[in-house]
């Protein structure tokens, strides 16, 4: 499959040299080449320029093999890259979403038994022909919104053989979506019901069984633990990264979303991969991060559904650090996949310019899930995953207009779609 895009009105984040990420001032840059071309084979993205520069005889363009899309008055963007999703899960929590209206904080519906054990409760009754078919949906619609590489977490099993059941779900959503995707085990999500008051037997068991059985079946890229105030203490995350670690698998953590519970320095301490949320995050906490090779990832959706306070983003960046934006999605804190509005999110509340909330879901997220040598950018040899926009007026659209879909045409590891919703 080969494709020739023209007359590109903007070809957006464009790379010579792949970057590993981008942090403090560089957040605010975001390289862009007006009226170019784009041309992608066998899935990768081959070569790009300037229109004025386009040599079709090098490229061997007018061999008839070649399809050409006229993207006049479009921009081309690279797929988003979400690096923190729940999106395997049963069922829907809406009735919480009433508690939360009437006041309760997310704090006491897990406590009343609501939150991650309600959905622990229908994951264990959900066949994974069932798990599989609901998530693929969740997967085929994010794609329709631009997400061409999504990471995606266990943690509603909470007993061995739910957790590997979510884990085979996103194993086959790998072998059969188009999507770039990344799968994290993460047994440590909540306490389940029948280890009430025993949290130190649960975290024994994901330790001696549930790790051990995850890497048997090499079911699992990363490990994750929600360390935070009222669910998993630092010693417990310190002993479960531990063993994850020798089992190949790298953290990628929940963090100070509830609390400063000291889930940044225990991430570090691993040489995490991400930490995500970081609602609360002080001075301590922002040396740490600039100390290591770990991104700093928020999830504004989470925060903005569940109306926690904002992660000082605007500090971290001035610090020097990179911040990443996923989306979170998942039943209770964050029912929604749609990365535009998580740049819209990014921009209105925690005061970042449209380059930075770019930065923050391709390039950024790309090195979240580890996958930024692959995705992120537009950079010859990286999957040419990425999206054609409807006519709009330039980048800083996409997140002003915060409910509209904006994208005309989706390519996936070259294949083009121009509807991906079943
Ligand atoms: O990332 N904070 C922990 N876990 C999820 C919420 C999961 C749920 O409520 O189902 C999160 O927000
Ligand atoms: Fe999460």
């Not at 704090?107 to 622990?120: D, K, M, Q, Y």
């Not at 188009?178 to 029948?194: D, M, N, Q, R, Y």
Request: some cysteine.
């Amino acid at each position: 499959m080969k494709t020739l895009i023209i007359n590109i009105k903007q070809l957006v984040q464009v790379e010579k040299a792949p970057r590993t990420w981008v942090a403090g001032d560089d957040m605010s840059r975001l390289e862009s080449i007006s009226n170019a071309w784009l041309y992608t084979e066998n899935g990768k993205i081959a070569a790009f320029g300037k229109m004025e520069d386009l040599d079709r005889a090098a490229l061997h363009l007018d061999d008839g093999t070649v399809e050409e899309i006229d993207a006049t008055g479009r921009l081309v963007l690279p797929s988003f890259c979400d690096s923190h999703t729940h999106l395997v899960y049963a069922g829907s929590r809406e009735i919480e979403y009433i508690d939360k209206i009437r006041g309760l904080s997310y704090e006491e519906i897990a406590r009343r038994g609501g939150g991650i054990l309600n959905s622990a409760e229908r994951i264990r009754r959900a066949s994974e022909e069932e798990l599989y078919d609901a998530a693929y949906d969740r997967v085929m619609e994010i794609a329709s919104y631009g997400t061409g590489a999504v990471e995606i977490k266990s943690g509603y099993g909470l007993d061995t053989e739910s957790e590997l059941k979510m884990l085979r779900v996103i194993r086959r959503l790998k072998e059969e979506t188009p999507l770039l995707i990344k799968s994290t085990f993460l047994g440590a999500h909540a306490v389940p019901a029948e280890y009430k008051g025993r949290q130190t037997e649960y975290v024994d068991l994901i330790i001696n069984e549930m790790i051990p059985m995850v890497s048997a079946e090499d079911l699992a890229d990363y490990i994750d633990v929600f360390c935070d105030q009222g669910f998993f203490t630092v010693e417990d995350t310190d002993r479960i990264l531990n063993a994850g670690m020798k089992y190949g698998m790298r953290a990628k953590i929940h963090a100070n979303e509830l609390a400063c519970s000291g889930g940044i320095q225990v991430g570090v301490k691993y040489n995490a991969l991400s930490v995500d949320h970081l609602e609360h995050v002080g001075d301590d906490e922002i040396a740490c991060l600039l100390d290591s090779e770990t991104m700093p990832t928020v999830l504004p959706g989470a925060a903005f559904f569940l109306n926690m306070p904002y992660s000082p983003v605007r500090k971290m960046i001035q610090a020097g650090l990179p911040v990443a934006l996923a989306s979170d999605y998942n039943p209770g804190s964050s029912p929604s996949g749609n990365m535009k509005f998580v740049m819209s999110l990014g921009c209105i509340n925690y005061k970042m310019l449209p380059e930075e909330v770019i930065n923050a879901t391709t390039i950024n997220t790309a090195y979240a899930m580890g996958v930024e040598e692959e995705a992120g950018s537009i950079a010859v040899g990286k999957l040419a995953n990425f999206y054609i926009t409807k006519p709009i007026p330039g980048i800083e659209y996409l997140p002003y207009a915060y409910t509209a879909n904006l994208i005309e045409t989706v390519f996936l590891k070259g294949e083009q779609y121009s509807s991906l919703k079943s």
